[in-house]
């Protein structure tokens, strides 16, 4: 979820006013002096983008790195910006006054009189989990990301009026150091990741900032609690947060992903929670110099400490070097056995399970609070407990992700060895394949089978299910998170894996016919599937097997919800309606069957793939099907906009959990949440009608030729931002396009279309068939309805970027002229159509005028990110008539990071 034009990320946007003006005064003065000394004539660029004309050919691709570097400026200064007015806020009026924040959540939560009980109630099984993937939408390096975070922090550092005229010009001058090293670098990557350094990519931030900020979410929820509901415990508040990614866990799609790929991202996400937890017990064993000759420590901890020294097997050594400081020689103990844990320790007696090392620091805790010493034990220890509570010893648990198709030719196979007297294994979906899997399921087992000589797709997933066997028998079971299923049609594909789990011992029960140790989530992804989803999870959640296992895994059923493919399919208001309608639907699936669901919910960083400021996201989620549980996919640029700089990371924290809280007290009956039939019966018909007109042109034969050529996608393969194929070959519709792709191309050619197209129509057509009525009753739904005015207003984002004049000049480059200006007239009509009916329906006079920081940061960009357009579109006709001029690679790839950085997101 997410609006990088717009900080709402972070609750509230800066004031247009002194402070942003003056810094972005100053990287402007700053980016000049550089571009003076290293390239003086595409100045140009910078000062008056209008004249970019009379840069010479052979400089255009100095003056994009000019457009780039300043684009990233501009980001850094906004965000800068941001944590500073949600600063102000809070100084000016308290913490309950800053929107978004745990204080303005409970707060109201207090006011609306929801009792103690219930807020306790649903603090103790609060459970929020951004998951990190990297998806091909990230075009900056880990070496970028780093020089990002070094200007950020020279800003910070520049707010302090402390220091003297010589100490500020040394402050400006570092600055400016980082900005000719931005100019030295590069942002294109020469080479195209590998998910290793994928990998190390989405570790980058939790050392820099997820580490050290995500305790603090813990505390401000606590303080929260404290002020308003002072009956709780002081102290009793759990970790809301959990964190899991697909870095080296997602194979759907990605040959590069194998089971080696596999084990070494759980061992890099392992050891970089370990070394954190060293550096934590290094850190709390150098502050907690208590001496016993000062204080006695009670008589059942010093014989904790007493095993622990023993357990260490470095006893006499720790003495000797802390004699009689007892909870320094407690933390050295503790990092011996750490060390043992992941085999870097002989001596030592390892930790069994993570639990046992979460429980001697709440024994520490206990004993301070014994001597008197409880703000120690809350100010050193306990947030290091909530750390190991957080982050375990995985950082993140992985999950995996393959494809149903694959999971049904590898049981196809091992059917075939079953029966090695019968020709051919029966088709999913038949009655046969049903009865056998039902029927395998059913038999006790009593030896795991062994498969030799299987193809190359079977062993690796054979050996996929080991890996996961053996790192849930280690020290911290949460390493392994879920298993996602893309594209469930059947509760047979859900089935199916639990067959094969079994086969590879992954059941707990001794007999493997009650318990799958995997949780299993179904992911679906197009309309289709979306519409069908209610009636397989009924089908699936009446399996006996299917129950048990998901009551001893948690309890809750996890569903994920797709939406790139979705909005591809359908458009996105008919896609939009579509998700809504399936988690009302399955919430009822879920009621029926007695098995709590929640959600997982696949967002990207566009309005084409979900994304949207997070608060009004999560609000807008019908009611019940939040629950206390969400997960949410942090996709690729996302990331690194939310995550790189350590106050932006605790503030979307804070969003994202707060706001899942408050969506979960809030009543089912309160007005938002309320299903008026009128108002439903109104948003099903624009959503037949939106579907209807994005069909018309999705089917048009001449779309995916004008596609191809009225944009980059066929160089998109070019820009390496992300180790997965970008593209599949040979595509003959869009239904053959992967979605990510299809976004960021719609999004570079300025078109947009898939965050508006057939809203337009729709409307339209709804007003004409119901008059002034319909009008009405629009601005009521739009008035009252989080979920309608959202999805409008996001609507209302895109057409505001998109831009017909500009892409015009793509369409120029589609080879039949009949169909180009034929598609293009209709497009163009269609943007007209959409942007005067949303107007009639907000009531303004121009679009976004109710966002004026996001009015303001695009216009100020707008002429480079139309001058970069430009210069892509010469450049694709460049590289097209000439075929093999890697030359002209480097700067079509930069136009490409232009346009991307300038409206916010790369799809």
């Known amino acids: 979820m997410n609006d990088r034009n717009s900080p709402q990320n972070l609750s509230q946007q800066p004031e247009e006013g002194s402070y942003i003006e003056e810094i972005t005064s100053t990287l402007r003065d700053l980016l000049r002096q550089v571009i003076r000394a290293r390239e003086p004539e595409v100045l140009t660029i910078l000062d008056d983008p209008a004249a970019a004309k009379t840069i010479p050919e052979h400089l255009v691709e100095h003056a994009l790195q000019a457009i780039g570097i300043w684009l990233q400026l501009m980001n850094i200064a906004e965000e800068n910006a941001s944590i500073r007015n949600r600063r102000d806020i809070e100084k000016q009026g308290g913490p309950d006054e800053v929107i978004g924040s745990f204080s303005h959540a409970v707060s109201n939560v207090a006011r609306a009189g929801v009792p103690p009980e219930t807020v306790a109630r649903v603090l103790g099984t609060l459970n929020v989990g951004p998951t990190i993937t990297a998806h091909p939408t990230e075009a900056k390096r880990v070496t970028v990301l780093e020089i990002h975070r070094r200007i950020y922090l020279k800003l910070y550092e520049l707010e302090s009026p402390r220091w003297t005229p010589r100490e500020r010009d040394n402050l400006l001058a570092a600055l400016k150091n980082e900005i000719d090293l931005l100019w030295l670098t590069g942002e294109i990557r020469i080479e195209k990741p590998t998910v290793e350094s994928e990998i190390a990519w989405g570790l980058h931030f939790f050392r820099e900032a997820l580490y050290e900020r995500t305790p603090v979410i813990c505390e401000l929820l606590q303080n929260a609690i404290n002020r308003h509901y002072p009956e709780l415990p002081r102290d009793g508040v759990k970790p809301p947060l959990r964190y899991s990614s697909w870095i080296g866990g997602d194979r759907d799609g990605n040959p590069f992903v194998t089971v080696a790929t596999t084990r070494a991202a759980l061992r890099e996400n392992r050891l970089a929670a370990v070394d954190r937890l060293d550096t934590r017990l290094q850190d709390v064993s150098r502050l907690v110099s208590i001496s016993a000759f000062e204080i006695h420590v009670p008589s059942d901890f010093q014989q904790v400490i007493d095993a622990e020294l023993d357990a260490s097997g470095d006893k006499q050594a720790i003495l000797a070097r802390n004699p009689s400081e007892p909870f320094r020689q407690f933390f050295s103990a503790l990092r011996r056995r750490l060390a043992a844990t992941v085999g870097r320790e002989t001596k030592a007696k390892p930790f069994a399970h993570l639990s046992e090392l979460i429980g001697l620091i709440c024994k520490a805790e206990d004993a301070l609070a014994a001597m008197k010493a409880s703000g120690l034990a809350l100010g050193l220890l306990r947030p290091l407990r909530w750390e190991a509570e957080i982050f375990g010893f995985r950082t993140a648990s992985l999950d995996l992700r393959q494809n149903t198709t694959v999971i049904n030719r590898v049981l196809g196979e091992i059917w075939q060895k079953l029966n090695p007297l019968e020709t051919e294994a029966p088709s999913p979906g038949t009655p046969e394949w049903t009865a056998w899997i039902a029927s395998e399921l059913e038999k006790p087992l009593g030896f795991i089978p062994q498969f030799m000589n299987v193809s190359e797709e079977a062993a690796e997933l054979l050996g996929l299910l080991k890996l996961i066997r053996e790192t849930l028998d280690g020290p911290d079971p949460a390493s392994i998170g879920t298993f996602i299923l893309s594209m469930t049609q059947t509760a047979n594909d859900v089935l199916g894996l639990y067959l094969l789990a079994k086969y590879c011992g992954l059941f707990a029960d001794p007999t493997a016919r009650e318990v799958c140790r995997i949780r299993v989530v179904p992911l679906f992804e197009t309309i289709d599937d979306l519409r069908a989803a ?374």
């Open 534 to 907: 209610p009636a397989i999870m009924s089908d699936l959640l009446s399996k006996p097997l299917v129950r048990s296992s998901v009551a001893a895994n948690g309890g809750t059923q996890e569903i994920m919800l797709g939406y790139s493919d979705s909005n591809k399919d359908g458009g996105f208001f008919a896609a939009s309606f579509e998700l809504f309608e399936a988690q009302r639907s399955l919430i009822s699936v879920g009621r029926e069957k007695g098995v709590p669901v929640s959600f997982f919910h696949g967002r990207g960083g566009s309005v084409s793939r979900g994304g949207a400021p997070t608060g009004r996201a999560i609000a807008a989620q019908p009611a019940g099907t939040i629950a206390g549980h969400m997960r949410v996919t942090e996709q690729g640029e996302v990331v690194s906009s939310k995550f790189a700089n350590r106050g932006t990371a605790l503030n979307n924290l804070e969003v994202l959990t707060s706001s899942v809280l408050l969506h979960t007290l809030k009543s089912a009956d309160a007005p938002e949440f309320r299903v008026i039939p009128e108002q439903q019966a109104a948003v099903e018909e624009i959503a037949r009608l939106s579907f209807k007109a994005y069909r018309k042109l999705a089917e048009d034969p001449a779309l995916i030729t004008y596609f191809q050529s009225a944009s980059p996608v066929e160089e998109l393969a070019l820009l390496k931002i992300g180790s997965r194929p970008s593209r599949r070959f040979g595509a003959k519709g869009i239904s053959d396009l992967r979605a990510i792709p299809w976004v960021f191309a719609w999004s570079q050619n300025r078109h947009l279309l898939t965050g508006w197209y057939g809203l337009g129509y729709a409307l339209d057509d709804f007003l004409s068939a119901q008059g002034d009525n319909g009008l009405k009753l629009l601005r009521q739904m739009f008035a009252k309805s989080p979920g309608f005015r959202l999805a409008v207003e996001e609507v209302e984002k895109s057409l505001f970027l998109a831009d017909m004049g500009v892409a015009e000049h793509y369409a120029e480059l589609v080879p039949s002229r009949n169909d180009a200006e034929r598609l293009f007239a209709l497009i163009r009509h269609e943007h007209r159509r959409t942007a005067k009916v949303v107007l009639e329906l907000t009531g303004d006079k121009v679009l976004c005028a109710r966002f004026q920081g996001f009015r303001r940061r695009f216009e100020r960009v707008r002429p480079m990110v139309d001058q970069a357009n430009l210069w892509q579109v010469k450049l694709l006709r460049q590289t097209r008539e000439e075929k093999g001029k890697d030359a002209l690679n480097m700067p079509l790839l930069m136009t490409m990071n232009c346009v991307a950085a300038g409206l916010g997101w790369t799809g």
